[in-house]
């Protein structure tokens, strides 16, 4: 047996290793997430109930919370990817072409939010959602997606720039307007179908971001997912066990479909080369 197989075979075999260690490291905690839903402390029994609980129909009332927070946080994720993409994806793409200098500005501004504390942003938004329930609109927790379209800025711009910077945009649009494109059709029709690993890496960052955001809507006293959960953790602990197992899980999705996403569009470039 060569050297050479035998380097190969222990990397191989320390990969699996690194790879188990981390894999039991992130699944304990799941495990005794669920282990926490379905048994009850102080008797050391097992049951579903707090399962049934959740997906029935017979406990409605004290579930409320979380059932609103749940709606709330969909709609809140729905219109924060409708603002943000209106507004990031063609400014990206305006810089770009128009305004290259402006670009680390652009990239400062949106990365600017990651050096902020949550807390420290909802100082400066308490005055403005004040103005916005009294002035303008409601005290609905949908328009926290003002404030969450901030807080998404930093990944959504890097998922997009890398995108972007993945293709010809000079190109794309010049040979799409001198054919006479206009420019919603260039965004929509070119330039978009050029960009979808960029744009559901981006989206699905963003969702995970909605989806697990508390201090905020906490502090403005609006109601979202986890909000609910806190409210439900005082009455049916092990069914907020449950929910928040249910979100971590749904969020791991998230990011392993970003990772096949991601990989899906580095190896359709490396085809076409070969």
């Not at 400014?91 to 949550?118: G, I, S």
């Not at 206009?182 to 699905?204: E, H, I, K, Q």
């Amino acid at each position: 047996m060569s050297r050479a197989v035998t380097r190969r075979r222990r990397q191989r075999a320390l990969r699996i290793a690194v790879l188990g260690v981390v894999g039991v490291f992130l699944a304990y905690p799941l495990y005794a997430l669920f282990e926490f839903s379905i048994r009850f402390p102080l008797t050391g029994a097992y049951s579903v109930d707090a399962w049934t609980r959740l997906f029935g129909a017979g406990d409605g009332a004290r579930l409320q919370p979380l059932y609103t927070g749940l709606v709330n946080s969909l709609l809140i994720a729905v219109l924060t990817l409708s603002l943000m993409f209106a507004l990031l994806l063609p400014t990206m793409v305006w810089v770009r072409l128009r305004l290259p200098r402006l670009n680390r500005v652009v990239e400062f501004l949106c990365l600017l939010p990651l050096t902020l504390p949550a807390i420290v942003l909802v100082v400066g938004l308490v005055p403005v959602y004040r103005f916005i329930a009294t002035r303008l609109l409601d005290t609905h927790a949908v328009w926290l997606s003002f404030a969450y379209v901030v807080l998404v800025l930093p990944f959504a711009y890097r998922a997009l720039d890398g995108g972007l910077s993945a293709i010809d945009v000079r190109t794309l649009v010049a040979a799409a307007r001198s054919l006479g494109a206009s420019w919603p059709a260039v965004v929509a029709r070119v330039l978009l179908p050029n960009l979808r690993g960029a744009v559901a890496s981006a989206a699905f960052i963003s969702i995970a971001v909605v989806l697990g955001e508390f201090t905020i809507a906490r502090m403005l006293a609006r109601e979202n997912l986890q909000t609910g959960v806190m409210l439900v953790n005082q009455a049916a602990p092990q069914v907020a066990a449950a929910v928040s197992l249910l979100t971590l899980l749904f969020g791991i999705a998230l990011l392993v479909g970003l990772s096949y996403i991601t990989n899906r569009a580095h190896r359709r470039p490396r085809r076409r080369d070969s």
